[in-house]
């Protein structure tokens, strides 16, 4: 199985900019797809960014294009969402999850991913 670890999150003013990174480790799969998803207090999960296993291809949310950034380096295993900006309704506990079976590039729905992390909490303040 493939294990994700999320880190990165905390506590920032509106304004400000956290980076945060998914490390995967374990029986990871030849190629994935990696999203970025969110979820605060109440509502469901939100779809947030996908990348492709090159890098190559990007999707975001509406809500955070042009603030927020998804990369990856696969040499360190690693994806990071780079989020400037921030606002008060980013405030969410933020998860990245692989999609091992990529086919259609606008996959905003989690049941299309297949593993996922833990999660790190974003706290951002007025």
């Known amino acids: 199985q493939v294990q994700l670890v999320e880190s990165g999150g905390g506590l920032v003013q509106a304004g400000g900019s956290l980076r945060l990174s998914c490390a995967a480790s374990?029986?990871?799969?030849?190629?994935?797809?990696t999203g970025w998803f969110r979820q605060a207090p109440g509502k469901e999960r939100e779809f947030v960014a996908r990348i492709s296993w090159s890098g190559g291809y990007t999707y975001y949310a509406d809500s955070v294009k042009g603030r927020f950034t998804i990369s990856r380096d696969n040499a360190k295993n690693t994806v990071y969402l780079q989020m400037n900006s921030l606002k008060p309704e980013d405030t969410a506990v933020y998860y990245c999850?692989?999609?091992?079976?990529?086919?259609?590039?606008?996959?905003?729905?989690?049941?299309?991913?297949?593993?996922w992390g833990q999660g790190t909490q974003v706290t951002v303040s007025s």
């Open positions: 999850a692989a999609d091992v079976n990529p086919g259609a590039t606008m996959k905003r729905l989690s049941r299309f991913y297949d593993y």
């Open positions: 374990g029986r990871t799969y030849n190629t994935y797809a």
